[in-house]
């Protein structure tokens, strides 16, 4: 009878966190993949690790908190995953939003954070292929990427040696109870494996795996569209993000971009990020469309023109290729990091949306403290992340 301390569901960035930070505590686990690890949400984003684009208070000091786990795993893992700390940059289009960007960068400082407004000088000389009508912005010294695959694979290599066992190519069938609690997971080959705790780390299938034990995850996917350019010149040094980004991730009642209706009706803000390989990625686009992956055009050809509206030397520059994701939404943009009172032994770990690479070492750091109770390192309340994310704020 295979028995295991817990059952990871999902083998992305997320699961594959929690799979080497559960193993290494000594607890012997088991991960689940539907397919190849890190095939789903992982393989379809650009790796970025920021605090660039997350909200002042716990949002950053959560991102922040991982950020400096991926200075530990950088250090001690065996694989090369391509992080890289370069910052990031947020380019100002007009005065409007420089006074969104002061108050923004004021409060971040305030905080402890390294930030810095960046005049119309200073922007070009660090960019110098930026449209010459941007007026500043703000640089992120924290910020870094890594290769989501590598990443992952890393993670597994590192768990594997501490006794992980892997199921790939395998899908969860049936999560079954005893008395309430959780008692075993049966697998799609037929085997019936035993276990006291379920991890449901399935991104934007985790409503699926919920609803084997009766819970209602309020998860939905949430596409976003990428295009690959080919190799050329150096664009740019590190990541750009038009400031504009956040307000089309979070909404901002106070600002409104200037832009053409259609690209906030498609989510669209530009993000540049330059690879490896001299090459680099363009984004990024946030739409409802239920499990549909297929490409739009109408988006494709939303992130090229604002793309070339940031960089117009970009113009002649050809596009290989495109793809699409899709992210775990959860409304409140928070993930859920949790047991579950009503199942004992049944935890989530998902709902990141496109946090989930930045956000991944520390939602594995947290479900190991859950579970084990074993503190880490760190400057974030630990209470306090573990009550922000519970399930618990769902109940009616």
């Not at 190519?169 to 008692?183: A, M, P």
């Not at 075993?184 to 985790?206: C, H, P, Q």
């Not at 992210?327 to 990091?337: G, Q």
Request: glycine share 10%.
């Amino acid at each position: 009878m295979n028995r295991y301390d817990a059952v990871i569901i999902g083998g992305g960035v997320i699961g594959t966190n929690i799979s080497y930070y559960l193993s290494k505590s000594g607890l012997k686990v088991a991960l689940v993949e539907k397919g190849d690890i890190a095939a789903g949400t992982s393989s379809g984003c650009d790796g970025n690790v920021l605090i660039a684009d997350k909200q002042p208070g716990f949002d950053t000091d959560l991102a922040y908190a991982s950020q400096q786990l991926f200075k530990e795993l950088n250090k001690n893992l065996d694989h090369d995953f391509d992080y890289t700390q370069k910052g990031s940059i947020y380019v100002i289009e007009s005065e409007e939003e420089r006074e969104v960007a002061e108050e923004f960068v004021d409060q971040q400082v305030k905080n402890g954070y390294s930030m810095r407004m960046m005049d119309s000088d200073t922007v070009h000389s660090d960019e110098p292929l930026l449209a010459d009508d941007i007026i500043g912005g703000v640089e992120i010294d924290s910020d870094a990427s890594v290769y989501p695959m590598d990443f992952a694979y890393a993670l597994t290599d590192a768990a594997s040696k501490n006794g992980l066992d892997i199921y790939d190519h395998t899908e969860v069938t049936n999560i079954q109870l005893k008395s309430g609690r959780i008692e075993s997971v049966k697998l799609s080959n037929g085997e019936k494996i035993y276990t006291d705790r379920v991890i449901n780390a399935a991104g934007v299938w985790a409503p699926e795996i919920g609803r084997m034990v009766d819970i209602n995850i309020p998860i939905k996917p949430r596409q976003g569209q990428i295009l690959v350019a080919e190799k050329t010149i150096q664009v740019g040094r590190r990541k750009i993000v038009e400031f504009g980004y956040m307000m089309a991730k979070f909404g901002n009642e106070n600002y409104k971009r200037n832009v053409h209706p259609k690209l906030d009706e498609l989510g669209i803000a530009f993000v540049y990020e330059p690879t490896g390989a001299n090459n680099f990625l363009i984004g990024s686009s946030r739409r409802f469309v239920g499990f549909d992956t297929s490409l739009s055009f109408d988006i494709m050809k939303g992130l090229a023109a604002r793309a070339i509206r940031f960089f117009p030397a970009i113009e002649n520059v050809n596009v290989i290729r495109g793809y699409a994701g899709l992210r775990p939404y959860v409304p409140d943009h928070f993930p859920i990091v949790s047991e579950v009172e009503k199942v004992p032994g049944f935890y989530i770990a998902a709902g990141h949306e496109g946090d989930g690479i930045g956000l991944g070492p520390v939602t594995g750091r947290l479900i190991d403290y859950i579970i084990t109770g074993e503190k880490f390192e760190t400057d974030l309340d630990l209470n306090l992340a573990v009550n922000k994310l519970s399930f618990n704020r769902f109940k009616n």
